[in-house]
């Protein structure tokens, strides 16, 4: 079993900084994509940034040029760095795990973090 923990949300003002954090423990053999969603109230959860497991990174329209995704393969950790945040950052962010092996030759599986809230104030 692999469980992700989140950290670092918080209350910020508008044009303020945060950075998650995401911790990847139990069983891993390897992680191939690591990613933040977040979910607005009333709104579906949607994919913010990605990261492989070889550094490649891609971002949704909406955060390039202020949100940061980085990894740590070596700690299984995960993190987003987030500048110039606006009111329309807030919501729930979700750290999730895609394409994990348990073992070498094990199936592909899909874990999530419980979530931390990021509120920005206008």
Do not use: H
């Not at 980085?70 to 700690?75: C, E, F, T």
């Amino acid at each position: 079993q692999v469980q992700l923990v989140e950290s670092g949300g918080g209350l910020v003002q508008a044009g303020g900084s945060l950075r998650l954090s995401c911790a990847a423990s139990g069983s891993i053999f390897s992680i191939n994509f690591m990613n933040w969603y977040r979910q607005a109230p009333g709104k579906q959860r949607v994919l913010v940034a990605t990261i492989t497991s070889g550094g490649s990174t891609n971002y949704a329209d909406s955060v390039k040029g202020r949100f940061t995704i980085s990894r740590d393969n070596a700690k299984n950790t995960l993190y987003l760095q987030m500048n110039s945040l606006k009111p329309d950052d807030t919501a729930v962010y979700y750290c999730n795990a895609a394409g994990v092996r348990v073992m070498k030759y094990s199936n592909y599986e899909n874990y999530w973090g419980q979530g931390t809230q990021v509120t920005v104030s206008s």
